[in-house]
């Protein structure tokens, strides 16, 4: 059985920090590319960073500079270090594990910033 299990969102002040965390179990995470998406109410989910099985990142315009993905496949674990947190940031925070034939999803994290 795979599980995507998030954690570390909450309530933040505008300009603080969070760090998310997602461990993944019933998979060789090793050999998947990770990913954090997020939703905000009435919009579409989108993609926030990724990083590949070798340790490539990339990043959306709108947190570049701010927030860092991270991985250790010893701890099937990768981590959103959130910075600088923007009330326009909060959005639940799902992470997504891909393969070439499969895609798993967390159940996501509330993650809210007050202005």
């Known amino acids: 059985q795979v599980q995507l299990v998030e954690s570390g969102g909450g309530l933040v002040q505008a300009g603080g920090s969070l760090r998310l965390s997602c461990v993944g179990s019933?998979?060789?995470?090793?050999?998947?590319?990770m990913g954090w998406y997020r939703q905000a109410p009435g919009k579409q989910r989108e993609l926030v960073a990724a990083i590949t099985s070798g340790g490539s990142t990339n990043y959306a315009d709108f947190v570049k500079g701010r927030f860092t993905i991270s991985r250790d496949n010893a701890k099937n674990t990768v981590w959103l270090q959130m910075n600088s947190l923007k009330p326009e940031d909060t959005a639940v925070y799902s992470c997504?594990?891909?393969?070439?034939?499969?895609?798993?999803w967390g159940q996501g994290t509330q993650v809210t910033v007050s202005s």
């Open positions: 019933g998979i060789i995470f090793s050999s998947y590319a």
């Open positions: 997504n594990a891909k393969s070439w034939v499969r895609d798993y």
